[in-house]
């Protein structure tokens, strides 16, 4: 009889403990380990990617200017750096955020064949990417928001990190069956625009514009740091 109460505890405090969201383990199934995070890294430096993502076209709707300080927000493999350290200038500052060691290791060489000298690394966490307070004119999440475990707790990062008016531009994939290969989008991303766009606007952004980016793909969606 006292083991069964004891169980019954047990199973009570569990019960009452609140629940750890893991809301992106889908897209996250290929992270879990070196070798998937490996073949993750290739994919996201593949011949001819340029041409899919337009990177240039969107480093142009960033609207960034010399002297900024732009994080690029899941930096995985650093494929963005060389366009965002261009856009800044050598006055200004790339912050590579990634919570893998790996994914820092590989753009960290980029950075070195780029010969990149504007670029500083940071190690960020499932529920904080780790940006100094007050510090980013543009936080860019570029098909990383779908990843989040946590995003209530990455957005709250990303707000302190901003300085107050800097802005935060998530470029993600529609939630519709053609947005991904083989339709993987509707498993792949867990939530459409519309909910991303109110959920951004719950952690304390104001929303400022939505465009598309790859026609039928992807969307980017701008917010600013409100000035309290």
Do not use: C, W
Not at 27 to 45: D, I, Q, W
Not at 46 to 54: E, V
Not at 77 to 89: E, I, N, Q, R
Not at 96 to 106: G, M, Q, S, V, Y
């Amino acid at each position: 009889m006292t083991h069964r109460i004891t169980l019954l505890l047990s199973l009570l405090f569990v019960a009452g403990l609140p629940a750890l969201p893991q809301v992106a383990d889908g897209a996250n199934s290929g992270y879990r380990t070196p070798e998937g995070r490996e073949r993750v890294a290739h994919s996201l430096v593949r011949p001819g990617r340029d041409a899919t993502q337009l990177p240039e076209e969107l480093v142009r709707q960033l609207h960034l200017k010399p002297g900024m300080t732009v994080a690029d927000i899941g930096t995985g493999a650093g494929y963005m750096l060389p366009y965002l350290s261009k856009a800044v200038g050598p006055g200004g500052t790339v912050l590579a955020e990634d919570i893998f060691d790996d994914f820092l290791t590989r753009a960290r060489e980029k950075v070195a064949a780029e010969g990149l000298t504007n670029v500083k690394f940071v190690k960020g966490t499932e529920k904080t990417p780790n940006l100094p307070p007050s510090s980013v004119d543009v936080a860019l999440a570029l098909d990383s928001y779908h990843h989040y475990d946590y995003p209530d707790e990455m957005l709250a990062g990303l707000l302190a990190g901003l300085k107050p008016g800097g802005r935060l531009v998530i470029v993600d994939f529609y939630r519709r069956p053609d947005a991904m290969p083989r339709g993987n989008a509707m498993e792949h991303i867990r939530a459409d625009e519309a909910e991303v766009i109110r959920e951004v606007e719950a952690a304390g952004f104001r929303f400022v514009s939505r465009r598309e980016h790859i026609k039928g793909s992807q969307y980017m969606a701008t917010f600013v740091k409100q000035v309290q």
